[in-house]
């Protein structure tokens, strides 16, 4: 009956879902940043643990749909051992992509799974939910952060 | 009414849903390459073709501003406004068509209490009591009144997830310090029936004021603000297969008369200087601006339209739709239902093991299936349940057995799909 929604649930997805990586509290996280979305109720929270400018280890918790926790455990394989600067700048290419369905030309390797939400407005702020969460904090900000504001 | 489908005249079931769904031209399109299964009526009802050509009609021939215009058209317009309020005074049985403020829908109705009744009589060390089940619309304005005055908001606790009020402390709860009880009649994420008139009846014997939010109950069940004996009423003429804008606040006479104004403007006043005013009688009192008219003629309509189905056979309808439902969705293994296992209104709202709500409706709407995932404007009570969203399907009389089929063959492939 779904064969045709690979849009939006493609296997990458459907399988971080299901097996979401990096899915655990980190005890001496440097920053916890806390992502809500208002729409459904989901919480995220985001654990980033630094060493120096470099994002050492990162990790989640939280519920959430299936594109909103397989976003967060896709960011979070690929984030790891990225410098702050280059988290933040994959951020802006991923938001891109969600937002426009523009894929950047180096490529956006397994994020590309989640090039189809643009197509379903209502998701995008799944998506973009645990990167946005991530992003404020390392701009410094300790606000909640509401995918409403 | 010509339009509308005879249906005393017609003995089967199945005819009859089928010459009522022909009243509705939205019901008649495909979404996503399906015939679109609307269960999503909880939000908001669809509207039928009496309704939509009574407000064309409106515009395209009557349409003026109300009162104080000489001309024709005012006159008419006025006469149509005006006989919206009596026709909704005689819908709930309100003993006058004073006792009827027309509002932009339940939420303003239930602000407008708050505003304008709660600053005049409450005071610090007062007690606002609602339930845990309440929409945000019947929890958020008396924040800010119990913000504005000091008063405290108690709650009557509900059970768990079978979603009933858990009435054994009402007694206590119902203690010298409660001013004013508001309570939802039919809960729009569980389903549950509250039974109002006998809490109203407790309240009033010991001289608290009540409101009841009835904005799930009145395109489904017939209503009397007499027997519930309540002193507030307030409804939405969108759940009810009327236009959206357009509501209705009953209240007691003798509340109104004492209350001061909601908002300030043209219409409220008989009278205006340049340093006071004096208001207008009651309901004008509370109608500041411009009306809704078309919006009133909508809700008019609407309020014939579903008097003509009937709407002892419309509770008896939904509540049918519903229990066939909650036992068709029993075959599905790990699927939990919310709210009362009998008698609910028709909303079912439920979970599904591993599947969040937001990824069953996104599902569900492939197959041209409408629902609502999310926490309905419960929050709190989403937390307090440990649930974190619902999915829900939500009928009205115009629904069939075979979307429910459907609903069920759909949510079937979803647990399959993501389960692979």
């Known amino acids: 009956m779904f064969d045709d929604i690979d849009d939006l649930y493609q296997q990458v997805i459907l399988d971080h879902n299901k097996s979401p990586r990096?899915?655990?509290?980190?005890?001496?996280?440097?920053?916890?940043?806390?992502?809500?979305?208002?729409?459904?109720?989901?919480e995220v929270e985001v654990y980033l643990k630094m060493d120096g400018d470099r994002i050492e280890d990162l990790s989640f918790q939280g519920s959430?749909?299936?594109?909103?926790?397989?976003?967060?455990?896709?960011?979070?394989?690929l984030v790891k051992g990225k410098s702050?600067?280059?988290?933040?700048q994959l951020f802006a290419e991923f938001?891109?992509?969600?937002?426009t369905g523009n894929i950047p030309d180096g490529g956006l390797g397994k994020l590309e799974a989640l090039a189809g939400v643009y197509q379903f407005p209502a998701r995008v702020k799944c998506a973009v939910l645990a990167w946005h969460a991530m992003a404020e904090r390392l701009n410094g900000s300790e606000e909640s952060i509401s995918t409403e504001s | 009414m010509e339009d509308t489908a005879v249906l005393s005249e017609i003995e089967s079931g199945q005819e009859r849903i089928d010459l009522i769904r022909k009243d509705f031209p939205i019901l008649d399109q495909s979404v996503r390459g399906h015939t679109l299964a609307y269960l999503d009526n909880a939000a908001t009802t669809q509207k039928p073709r009496v309704v939509i050509e009574a407000i064309k009609r409106y515009y395209e021939k009557d349409n003026s501003n109300v009162h104080r215009g000489i001309h024709e058209l005012s006159n008419r317009a006025t006469a149509a406004y005006e006989n919206a309020r009596v026709r909704a005074a005689s819908f709930i049985n309100a003993g006058s068509s004073k006792e009827i403020i027309f509002t932009r829908g339940t939420t303003e109705g239930i602000n407008l209490v708050a505003s304008s009744w709660g600053r005049k009589n409450l005071k610090s060390g007062d007690v606002i009591l609602l339930s845990e089940m309440e929409h945000h619309s019947n929890m958020v304005p008396w924040q800010l009144l119990a913000e504005a005055t000091g008063a405290d908001i108690c709650y009557i606790p509900v059970t768990g997830r079978e979603g009933l009020l858990d009435l054994s402390g009402l007694?206590?709860?119902?203690?010298?310090?409660?001013?004013?009880?508001?309570?939802?009649?039919i809960s729009n994420s569980l389903g549950t029936i509250n039974p109002v008139t006998e809490i109203c009846r407790k309240a009033k014997e010991k001289g608290i004021v009540t409101l009841v939010d009835a904005a799930q109950t009145v395109g489904h069940q017939p209503l009397d603000v007499q027997e519930i004996q309540c002193d507030f009423l307030a409804f939405s003429g969108h759940k009810m297969c009327g236009p959206t804008g357009i509501g209705v606040l009953y209240g007691r006479e003798q509340l109104l008369?004492?209350?001061?104004?909601?908002?300030?403007?043209?219409?409220?006043?008989?009278?205006?200087?340049?340093?006071?005013?004096?208001w207008n009688e009651i309901p004008h009192k509370f109608e500041a601006g411009t009306p809704n008219m078309a919006?009133?003629?909508?809700?008019?309509?609407?309020?014939?339209?579903?008097?003509?189905?009937?709407?002892?056979?419309?509770?008896?309808a939904d509540r049918e739709l519903a229990d066939y439902a909650v036992n068709r969705l029993k075959e599905l293994p790990e699927l939990e239902i919310l709210g009362p296992p009998t008698g609910r209104a028709g909303i079912v709202s439920f979970l599904i093991k591993n599947v969040h709500a937001h990824d069953i409706v996104t599902l569900t709407d492939r197959c041209g299936i409408a629902l609502r995932g999310g926490h309905h404007c419960n929050q709190p009570l989403m937390r307090k349940l440990g649930v974190e969203s619902t999915a829900r399907a939500s009928f009205s009389f115009y629904n069939t057995t075979q979307e429910i089929d459907r609903l069920v063959e759909a949510l079937?492939?979803?647990?399959?799909?993501f389960n692979q």
């Open chain 1, 22 to 42: 990096n899915f655990r509290v980190i005890e001496d996280a440097d920053y916890v940043a806390k992502g809500h979305n208002p729409l459904c109720g989901d």
């Open chain 1, 95 to 99: 938001r891109e992509m969600a937002t």
């Open chain 2, 412 to 417: 079937k492939e979803i647990q399959k799909f």
């Open chain 2, 171 to 185: 007694d206590d709860l119902l203690s010298e310090r409660v001013r004013i009880l508001s309570l939802i009649h």
């Open chain 1, 84 to 88: 702050v600067e280059e988290a933040k």
């Open chain 2, 295 to 316: 919006g009133a003629v909508g809700l008019y309509t609407a309020m014939d339209y579903l008097d003509k189905l009937g709407r002892d056979w419309i509770d008896e």
């Open chain 1, 64 to 77: 959430g749909c299936a594109i909103s926790k397989a976003s967060a455990s896709l960011m979070t394989t």
């Open chain 2, 257 to 278: 008369e004492a209350m001061p104004p909601y908002q300030g403007g043209g219409e409220m006043i008989s009278n205006v200087e340049y340093h006071q005013s004096r």
